[in-house]
């Protein structure tokens, strides 16, 4: 049985964040064409759908890493703040598009919220897609 581990990541994400387009649930809030991703950034992203793709990777680093909350999330999304003169510093990235994505993907039933309050975990229904996503991106990079 093919799983996410067996696949290269970008393309798995690829295939997640089409198969997410298709969801009823999951939409990019009004300001997301004007939101940047983090302190670290100076723009916004310039893909339509940098949304999508954004849920699709949280939904694969929730799936290796296991439970997670939105400020452990933020920190796998940061980077090095430009300070001038200084030393640059690591800054994490926009909390409040993974809190967004997170509550949407919760609703769509791919999350689900651990008992412990120790944030989100992958529920059977997130498990399902990606494993079924990770063994159509094996099958195509096979032929």
Known sequence: MVTVYDVPAEKLILKVSEKLKENDKIV???????????????RAPVQQ????????????????????????????????????????????????IVRKCLIQLQDAGLLEATQDKQGRKISPAGQKLLDNSAKEVFDESKN
Do not use: Q
């Not at 990019?28 to 100076?42: L, N, R, S, V, Y």
């Not at 849920?55 to 909350?69: C, D, E, H, T």
């Open 49 to 96: 759908d940098w949304w999508y793709t954004r849920a699709a990777s949280i939904m694969r680093k929730l799936y290796v890493k296991g439970p997670m909350g939105t400020s452990k999330l933020a920190g796998e999304y940061g980077g090095f703040n430009d300070r001038g003169c200084k030393p640059n510093k690591a800054v994490k990235g926009s909390r409040n």
């Open 28 to 42: 990019p809030p009004e300001w997301a064409e004007f939101a940047k991703t983090g302190i670290h950034t100076e």
